[in-house]
């Protein structure tokens, strides 16, 4: 079983995504989350495989929280998705070592 852990401050596409994820026998969902500091508590729980991760929520972004996950030595996979096609942020995500970086449109 694929656990794994939604941060997505938008309330509409955090549930898309848990829903479509859920249909899947091999994959549950463990958390979703609206912000950065619920996102960290979530991971250091749940301890997922993967991390779907916005990179703007209040408290902390989905690049602070990959960067600390990978500071902490933890296993999980990290998915960043966004709507910003900026170039700092895919520099800062490749930095950290993220598995996969989408632009949500």
Not at 4 to 33: H, N, P, T, W, Y
Not at 57 to 74: K, N, T, V, Y
Request: net charge negative; proline share 5%; hydrophobic share 45%.
């Amino acid at each position: 079983m694929i656990r794994i852990v939604i941060a997505e401050d938008q309330k509409m596409l955090r549930g898309a995504f848990a829903s479509l994820l859920q249909f899947e026998d091999d994959i549950e969902v463990v958390a979703e989350v609206p912000d950065g500091e619920q996102a960290w508590e979530a991971i250091s729980l749940h301890q997922p495989d993967v991390c779907v991760l916005d990179i703007e929520m209040p408290h902390l972004s989905g690049l602070e929280i990959a960067e600390r996950i990978r500071h902490a030595g933890l296993p999980c996979k990290i998915m960043i998705v966004t709507t910003f096609a900026r170039p700092g942020y895919l520099q800062r995500a490749m930095d950290a070592q993220v598995e996969g970086y989408l632009l949500k449109d």
